[in-house]
């Protein structure tokens, strides 16, 4: 179902199922999976897919005339987002890439190449500058920013209002202006994972690589010796971190 006041330009790929509320406009190079919705006042452009069972809520903008975008399947992007809108006469915008199943709420702005891993959740007011990472099941409170060319490890809490100003490793509840890591996100390991044992060996090298500020040289050693993965990949995220 697609309202009259919709303007869709030539070239556009819409499923048959797709829902678009009124006054949205679509552009030539958008493409819309099925079981996806729109509601109403959005604005899609440039080169951007949108795969399955998307939901986007009234008055987002979503891409540029020269961006590339894609969306993954069950994402749901809140009202007055801004993914990749921003456009700079100056440089050609990297893609920005949004996994699946993502919950990203109202007034959150994702600039150009941003990559967001699957299961994350950004709330109100999050900005993202350019060429972030997050990895997957990463939550970041409303009102906080990442800046450029940082990467937030899997499984990394971020607290409300933090300004984040370099990489921050996995499983870990970090917080501030500028943001500084206050512990392990042992709720979200819990979560996570079932072996009570791999959340005590992530804590015993949490403590070895971070107790007195970061200890590069043992994490790249842990990283190369450890047996178990979640500790490998913590132990390696630091050891090439910009920490």
Same mark, same amino acid.
């Given at each position: ?146 800046? $450029?060319?940082?990467?937030?490890? &899997? ?5 409300? $209002?933090?300004?984040? &100003? ?12 500028? $943001? ?51 500790? &490998?990949?913590? $132990? ?8």
């Amino acid at each position: 179902m697609i309202h009259e006041s919709v303007t869709i330009q030539k070239g556009a790929n819409i499923a048959e199922d797709v829902i678009i509320g009124p006054f949205c406009f679509i552009g030539k190079d958008v493409t819309i999976e099925s079981g996806c919705s729109l509601e109403s006042n959005i604005i899609l452009k440039g080169k951007l897919h949108i795969a399955k069972d998307v939901k986007i809520f009234s008055f987002a903008v979503i891409g540029s005339e020269n961006s590339e975008i894609s969306v993954g399947e069950k994402t749901h992007i809140r009202e007055f987002t801004q993914i990749g809108s921003q456009e700079d006469e100056n440089e050609v915008p990297k893609k920005i890439t949004i996994g699946a199943n993502n919950f990203i709420m109202g007034y959150v702005q994702i600039l150009s190449g941003v990559e967001l891993g699957e299961n994350c959740i950004l709330t109100n007011a999050v900005r993202m500058y350019e060429n972030v990472k997050c990895e997957e099941r990463v939550i970041i409170g409303g009102f906080s920013s990442i800046l $450029a060319n940082n990467t937030l490890g &899997t499984g990394v809490m971020v607290g409300g $209002a933090s300004l984040v &100003t370099h990489d921050m490793p996995p499983f870990t509840l970090v917080e501030g202006n500028h $943001a500084t890591i206050k512990g392990l996100n042992v709720i979200g390991l819990r979560r996570r994972l079932e072996n009570k044992d791999d959340i005590e060996e992530i804590k015993a090298v949490f403590k070895k690589i971070l107790g007195e500020g970061v200890d590069k040289e043992v994490a790249n050693e842990i990283a190369s010796a450890h047996e178990n993965a979640y500790v &490998t990949r913590f $132990a390696s995220f630091i050891a090439s971190s910009n920490m």
